[in-house]
């Protein structure tokens, strides 16, 4: 596609139960980031991949918390028994490693709501 | 750690006004990057300017420049000739040399008045 997308673009979720959100890079980009965004805030970095390669997720709230990307493409950041805490938009951005260097391209997030 | 700081939570401008945007940072790496992002009220956070810090110039993108000061440690963003669809959050952004996580201040809402 064009851009990067992600979905459902909003989730409400009752306290306790699992999510999943996805993220859909731009074709060919190599590495992805996700970053969680708070109501007023700048977003904050939680975990990298590089291909399939999980490199940091040392932004990761809690183990609650916990991404893949197995075939280096498209990524599912999961949050189990969610809290209300967990409400935040969630951003997920691509970057092509050998274009413009260390330009990340973001997704329009995907708002979650844990009631 | 590396951190950014936006000390204006929120700015307006008069229609094709220029108006100008405040960062610091604060890092002891000598190679990284800094980036000015728009965020309409849809949320997608799109690109407006970079600057590598080994580069002297300051970076410029038809309406927006940056004042970058590396001694100071900071990184202003200049928009001239403001239009109503320049309102939005923006956000000053760190990123060390490499395919690294980026660093964001808390952003700074502008408002264009026509």
């Known amino acids: 596609g064009a851009g990067v997308s992600q979905s459902p673009r909003y989730k409400v979720a009752k306290r306790g139960q699992d999510v999943a959100l996805r993220c859909d890079p731009i074709?060919?980009?190599?590495?992805l980031f996700w970053y969680q965004q708070a109501l007023g805030q700048g977003p904050e970095f939680l975990t990298y991949?590089?291909?399939?390669?999980?490199?940091?997720k040392s932004g990761l709230p809690s183990d609650r918390f916990f991404a893949e990307r197995p075939e280096g493409s498209v990524s599912t950041l999961k949050i189990q028994r969610t809290q209300q805490e967990d409400s935040a938009v969630y951003l997920c951005?691509?970057?092509?490693?050998?274009?413009?260097?260390?330009?990340?391209?973001f997704g329009p997030g995907t708002r979650l709501t844990v009631l | 750690a590396q951190t950014v700081t936006q000390s204006q939570p929120e700015m307006s401008v008069q229609e094709a006004e220029t108006v100008t945007l405040s960062c610091t940072y604060d890092?002891?790496?000598?190679?990284?990057?800094l980036f000015w992002y728009k965020q309409p009220p849809s949320r997608q956070m799109i690109l407006v300017i970079r600057?590598?810090?080994?580069?002297?110039q300051n970076a410029t993108e038809n309406r927006f420049s940056v004042n970058f000061q590396k001694a100071a440690k900071s990184f202003s963003l200049k928009i001239s000739d403001s239009q109503l669809g320049d309102a939005a959050m923006y956000f000053c952004?760190?990123?060390?040399?490499?395919?690294?996580?980026?660093?964001f201040g808390a952003g700074t809402r502008l408002t264009v008045k026509p």
């Open positions: 951005a691509s970057v092509f490693i050998g274009g413009t260097p260390d330009t990340q391209y």
């Open positions: 074709s060919g980009h190599v590495s």
């Open positions: 991949f590089q291909n399939e390669a999980q490199l940091d």
């Open positions: 890092t002891s790496e000598s190679d990284y990057y």
């Open positions: 600057q590598e810090a080994y580069k002297q």
């Open positions: 952004a760190y990123r060390r040399g490499g395919n690294n996580d980026m660093r």
